[in-house]
């Protein structure tokens, strides 16, 4: 009968323990949502030190027993930018991944400025695996502050190829704009790509 009292109360607190853990995930996991809907409203980091007290005021509304829940998660702005900079770094790491199982790929790029007037080289890689699936994304955004030679943007797009590490043997083509420090016959990108 002791035996039976010491295990159900071992059982209550692992519950106890466990009941916790589950919520502290939960609000992590809220906390990635958040920062995810934050950039895809083109939203400042700071925003969500709005949204908690809108959400918790909601909250007490709704489901005032589940208000703690949501007092766990953590928003602000640093909170925001941290979880905003790993989920970039997790979308990297699976174009990374994606561009790995490619066994043909091809680069579109173009090069037009903004309104800060710095030219952006924008670069686009579009590739098919072994099971013929196509994946298309963009590779980089790179700001071209100095000039704008042939040079220079194949540099920027061999760091870019470089930085995901893509196998130049199955680079099959090239697109650009046609500009000529992107088609010229001997120092233009299409040459220096074509070369590499």
Same mark, same amino acid.
């Given at each position: 009968?002791?035996?039976? *009292?010491?295990?159900? %109360?071992?059982k209550?607190?692992?519950?106890?323990?466990?009941?916790? &853990?589950?919520?502290?995930? %939960?609000?992590?996991?809220? +906390?990635? #949502?958040?920062?995810?809907? /934050?950039?895809?409203?083109?939203?400042?980091? $700071?925003?969500?030190?709005?949204v =908690?007290?809108?959400?918790? *005021?909601?909250?007490?509304?709704?489901?005032?027993? *589940?208000?703690?829940?949501?007092?766990? #998660? +953590?928003?602000? &702005?640093?909170?925001?930018?941290?979880?905003?900079?790993?989920? +970039?770094?997790?979308?990297?790491?699976?174009? =990374?991944?994606?561009? =790995?199982?490619?066994?043909?790929?091809? #680069?579109?790029? @173009?090069?037009?400025? @903004?309104?800060?007037?710095? !030219?952006?080289?924008?670069?686009?890689?579009?590739?098919?695996?072994e099971?013929?699936?196509?994946?298309?994304?963009?590779?980089?955004?790179?700001?071209?502050?100095?000039?704008?030679?042939?040079?220079? #943007?194949?540099?920027? /797009?061999?760091?870019? /190829? @470089? =930085?995901?590490?893509?196998?130049?043997? &199955? $680079?099959?083509?090239? !697109?650009?704009?046609?500009?000529?420090?992107?088609?010229?016959?001997?120092?233009g990108?299409?040459?220096k790509?074509?070369d590499?």
């Open positions: 009968d002791e035996i039976n *009292k010491l295990v159900a %109360g071992l209550k607190q692992q519950s106890a323990f466990t009941r916790n &853990r589950d919520i502290a995930d %939960g609000a992590v996991r809220a +906390s990635y #949502i958040i920062a995810n809907e /934050l950039v895809q409203a083109s939203k400042p980091f $700071a925003d969500g030190e709005f =908690k007290p809108c959400m918790l *005021k909601a909250a007490e509304v709704v489901c005032p027993e *589940k208000r703690p829940a949501f007092a766990n #998660i +953590s928003l602000t &702005r640093n909170t925001v930018a941290f979880r905003v900079t790993e989920l +970039s770094s997790d979308l990297s790491s699976q174009l =990374k991944e994606k561009i =790995k199982s490619f066994i043909a790929f091809s #680069i579109a790029i @173009d090069e037009s400025t @903004d309104v800060t007037n710095i !030219a952006q080289l924008a670069m686009f890689i579009r590739g098919v695996d099971t013929l699936t196509i994946t298309e994304e963009l590779l980089e955004l790179v700001p071209m502050n100095d000039t704008t030679t042939a040079y220079d #943007i194949f540099s920027a /797009l061999v760091g870019a /190829l @470089d =930085k995901v590490e893509a196998d130049w043997s &199955r $680079a099959v083509s090239l !697109a650009t704009d046609g500009a000529p420090s992107m088609v010229g016959r001997k120092a990108v299409a040459t790509f074509r590499k």
